[in-house]
């Protein structure tokens, strides 16, 4: 099952232009992390977010996290005609999941140059 | 240089055939995982690992098998169970052991029925 739902299922954007991406999930969470995927690529990591914590920031990223909402935001600053791909969110609910990881639909982003 | 190889990279499948999937990584990461992913879709569980010769059904592991003998090697059979087989099917492998555990992924294969 999709723990992750994410919003809007596509963006398209000006070079320069910020791009918001929106998580929400059903369960509790050890932590939530974010992946990019470039079109027919393998997955890349971009950021973790604990569940106690709010915010997290990682050169022209910015991650919020929302646990009383279940809900993540992704942030990208002043975005470039390269940050094209899709953004996944990602649950790990912790326990005796260890490493599983539950994936979201995605955002496919698309920044015009 | 450190990573996960997926070969090959295209795969082709005949009716009633078993194909096999090969993942292979030298970061000496404890767990593997496969993923399937279908188009504008994501990421669903097919099948992990977290220690040799042990492994757990996914989300999706019917008319999938896979096996964990080796540390660096999380090879994943399609068998003629799979009846919609066509896919991206994408290995990652993390720290077993960490608190916080980010998956590496690799490039991918993508599987195509003829």
């Not at chain 2, 042990?54 to 090697?73: L, N, P, T």
């Not at chain 2, 090879?75 to 960490?98: D, E, G, H, M, R």
Request: hydrophobic share 30%; with cysteine.
């Amino acid at each position: 099952s999709q723990q992750g739902e994410e919003d809007p299922q596509a963006l398209s954007i000006q070079e320069g232009e910020n791009a918001t991406m929106n998580c929400s999930y059903k369960t509790s969470i050890n932590n939530l992390q974010w992946y990019r995927q470039n079109s027919g690529r393998g997955l890349v990591h971009l950021i973790l977010i604990r569940s106690n914590e709010r915010e997290k920031h990682s050169g022209r990223l910015r991650v919020t996290l929302d646990t009383s909402k279940k809900s993540s935001s992704l942030l990208i600053t002043a975005s470039r005609a390269a940050d094209t791909a899709s953004y996944f969110c990602a649950t790990n609910a912790g326990g005796t999941s260890y490493g599983k990881l539950t994936f979201g639909q995605g955002t496919i982003l698309t920044v015009h140059p | 240089d450190g990573g996960i190889t997926q070969s090959p990279k295209y795969l082709f499948r005949k009716e009633g055939q078993n194909v096999t999937l090969s993942c292979e990584q030298n970061l000496n990461h404890d767990a593997m995982y496969w993923y399937r992913q279908d188009p504008g879709q994501g990421l669903r569980l097919i099948y992990y690992s977290q220690i040799v010769n042990d492994f757990q059904k996914g989300d999706i592991a019917e008319g999938y098998s896979v096996s964990r003998e080796k540390k660096e090697s999380f090879p994943l059979t399609v068998t003629s169970a799979q009846k919609n087989p066509t896919a991206f099917y994408l290995c990652a492998s993390s720290i077993y052991k960490a608190a916080e555990e980010t998956q590496y992924f690799g490039p991918g294969t993508r599987l195509l029925v003829l």
